[in-house]
RNA sequence: CGCGGGGUAGAGCAGUUUGGUAGCUCGUCGGGCUCAUAACCCGGAGGUCGUGGGUUCAAGUCCCACCCCCGCAA
């Protein structure tokens, strides 16, 4: 088939990796322009545009496709579109032009954490099943039916970034899986059931403020779910320690105040329970285990976290 | 030229202001104590102080250039 592709961030790259290497032809690639990031505000491609160009694919970078992407779209007349993390709404006349319809490859067991940041969500509401969901666009946000779905056990210690890597892969295998079966016509489109769904909002920086009154194990999954982005922190000297991986762990006290620390890493009583935080970064600092960070910087217990 | 922090033993840090013996916590190795231990005691090994140049009797420390890492802002 002859494949448009669209995505942006790392998450969508082993699908359009697995695309390259497929049968299929990837005759064009969509993603986000090129936006400045990083220290000295250099713009810097995505990490689908890096990989396209790579192959030599040809890479169309619409502000909105919707409004300025139709006539490249059209005029590449694909197939089949599909979609892994592109960040953009599709219209209708999008959705029109490739002859067998779009397919996204949407990371979370569907018909939950429809939305933007599924993985996220997944891990602030403590889930135990993870997945990816392949699906047929349609003009809602996620709302398409399914075509198919593979979850797994949630490791509860990973945080948001390595388990978006893990899907990313899982992802990958599923797109071929559906590809094939749509080639096959073994596919049966099963309508998401509309009274489970759940709708997840993007992830704002605010919350990664944490409430030390919450439970143990809220907290936990903040701090995995919400790293790398936005990232969970407490405000320290001049500038805010960062909390990076947690734990549930036992023990009692005034909410935010250190219990424990040394071995365990920073545990720190919490309204119900508390957490072991093992993994932290300091201002100007990078990341490193908690025990590792405590050697130099001892915390004493008591000390009371913003 | 967006703003800022940092690079010292395997890990995390202090020491740089005011140049003059390489220090702390931990790990590691050896020994001791203990029913036992992530505990405690004694002893040892381990460092081109990011790189290159300069100043000096003497540079981790002062000067110049460069490399690498990180936070904020976007």
């Not at 596919?187 to 769904?197: A, G, H």
């Not at 990232?231 to 023990?251: F, I, M, Y």
Request: charge should be negative; charged fraction near 20%; include cysteine.
């Amino acid at each position: 088939m002859r494949i448009v592709f669209m995505g942006t961030p790392d998450f969508a790259v082993p699908s359009l990796q697995a695309l390259i290497d497929s049968p299929h032809e990837v005759i064009g690639v969509f993603t986000q322009p090129d936006r400045p990031k990083g220290r000295g505000g250099k713009v810097q491609a995505s990490p689908v545009k890096q990989l396209a160009q790579r192959h030599g694919i040809p890479v169309f970078q619409p502000e909105r496709i919707r409004r300025d992407g139709v006539e490249d779209l059209r005029a590449l007349a694909p197939d089949l579109c599909v979609t892994a993390a592109f960040g953009q709404i599709l219209s209708q006349e999008v959705l029109d032009i490739p002859r067998l319809g779009t397919v996204n490859v949407h990371a979370s067991l569907l018909p939950r954490h429809r939305g933007s940041a599924p993985i996220a969500w997944a891990i602030l509401q403590g889930d135990e099943e993870v997945g990816v969901t392949t699906m047929l666009t349609d003009k809602g946000i996620d709302t398409g039916a399914m075509l198919l779905a593979k979850s797994l056990k949630r490791d509860p210690l990973m945080t948001c970034g390595e388990l978006t890597e893990v899907l990313s892969r899982v992802g990958a295998e599923l797109l071929l899986e559906t590809l094939a079966a749509m080639d096959a016509g073994t596919l049966t489109p099963v309508p998401q059931d509309e009274s489970r769904m759940t709708y997840d909002p993007m992830l704002k920086k605010e919350m990664g403020e944490i409430d030390w009154s919450q439970c143990g194990q809220d907290i936990a999954n903040q701090i995995l779910g919400l790293n790398p982005w936005p990232g969970c922190s407490v405000p320290w000297g001049e500038g805010r320690l960062k909390l990076l991986r947690a734990l549930p762990a036992e023990g009692e006290g005034e909410p935010g105040e250190v219990i424990a620390s040394g071995k365990q890493g920073l545990v720190i009583a919490c309204g119900q329970g508390a957490v072991a935080v093992t993994q932290l970064q300091a201002p100007g600092g990078k990341a490193m285990a908690a025990t590792d960070y405590l050697r130099g910087h001892p915390i004493p217990v008591g000390t009371h976290l913003g």
